[in-house]
């Protein structure tokens, strides 16, 4: 028998519905980034992502023995962060959130920290890029970035967009923040992308 994290998706909702605690953490650990990428993406500070989240996942809790595609958790999940943000959004008005707030949490682990320094400077310069896209690019390719990258189709759900317009709006986004990144002196490939 799989380990916990080798099972399925469809498994792990499964043991997860079937009160299986290891399941939960497993479909937790594989789509917690997706869920905090797709509220990030609505330029939440950290603490209202944080709630998305915790949102999020409740509503998956109070859902989990009617889901009617397992295999599409993550899908599901997607469309759920972005229902709560755009939820919450609507709860507190438009707010403008600090370069403070839109910072997020990074964590080097055992690097140098000359190396950490360089690391955060490319994911912050980067991030600002990606913030001054429209919306739906930086939801876009903030999923597509996300640890547990969506499938296309769960991708069409969460951007509530035709499967087909996906590659050619992904082409779009990265012709555009190409355009940023060369007009502030960089390219792509200065920030690893």
């Known amino acids: ?23 939960w953490d497993a479909l937790v650990d594989r789509f917690a980034g ?34 009617e595609q397992p295999d599409r958790v993550g899908g599901w999940l997607a469309t759920t962060a972005r229902r709560e943000s755009l939820r919450l959004l609507r709860m507190n008005g438009r707010q403008v959130p600090t370069a403070e707030e839109l910072e997020p949490d990074l964590c080097h682990g055992q690097l140098p920290p000359d190396h950490a320094i360089v690391i955060d400077e490319r994911n912050r310069t980067l991030n600002d890029l990606v913030d001054r896209l429209p919306v739906r690019c930086q939801l876009m390719l903030r999923l597509l970035g996300a640890d547990s990258p969506l499938s296309y189709r ?31 002196g960089l390219s792509l490939e200065d920030l690893g992308s």
Do not use: N, Y
Request: proline letters at 5%; aromatic letters at 2%.
């Open 34 to 67: 997706t869920v905090w990428a797709v509220a990030r993406g609505h330029r939440l500070s950290a603490a209202d992502a944080a709630d998305v989240s915790q949102t999020t996942w409740l509503r998956l809790v109070e859902h989990l023995d009617r889901i």
């Open 154 to 184: 769960e991708l069409s759900e969460a951007l509530d967009m035709p499967i087909g317009s996906l590659g050619p709006t992904r082409a779009r986004c990265l012709e555009h923040l190409r355009r940023l990144a060369m007009r502030s």
């Open 1 to 23: 028998m799989p380990s916990v994290r080798e099972r399925s998706v469809t498994e792990l909702v499964s043991g997860a519905a079937g009160g299986d605690p290891a399941a």
